[in-house]
């Protein structure tokens, strides 16, 4: 399964971005996708994700500000990102969790897509 993330860019701090996410391949069904981040020196980290059936969860510095949603017809994530703040400058990656129609299970990750917030 392979994931293609689009939507990065340099933004100016309180303003927004909108990361999409698209899976392609063999796909059966995607129980979840989220979206982490790995700043400069740190580790990756959850910002947030999204299951099938629609429930999401956020990292508390996300809370709030940004929105993760999903078109399931589409096998699409997207992180809407307002207010945005210098420390969330970082390489945004996709993942998704599920399974292919062999019945096998897949956990794949996008390219990254850097997002740099400054003035």
């Known amino acids: 399964v392979q994931l293609q993330a689009y939507g990065g860019g340099l933004v100016q701090p309180g303003g927004s971005l909108r990361l999409s996410c698209a899976a392609s391949g063999n796909i059966f069904s995607i129980n979840n996708m989220g979206w982490y981040r790995q700043a400069p020196g740190k580790q990756r980290e959850l910002v947030a994700s999204?299951?099938?059936?629609?429930?999401?969860t956020y990292a508390d510095s996300a809370k709030g500000r940004f929105t993760i949603s999903r078109d399931n017809a589409k096998n699409t994530v997207y992180l809407q990102m307002n207010s945005l703040k210098p420390e969330d400058t970082a390489v945004y990656y996709c993942?998704?969790?599920?399974?292919?129609?062999?019945?096998?299970?897949?956990?794949?990750w996008g390219q990254g897509t850097q997002v740099t917030v400054s003035s």
């Open positions: 999204i299951r099938k059936v629609g429930t999401s």
């Open positions: 993942n998704a969790k599920g399974i292919v129609t062999t019945w096998r299970a897949f956990n794949s």
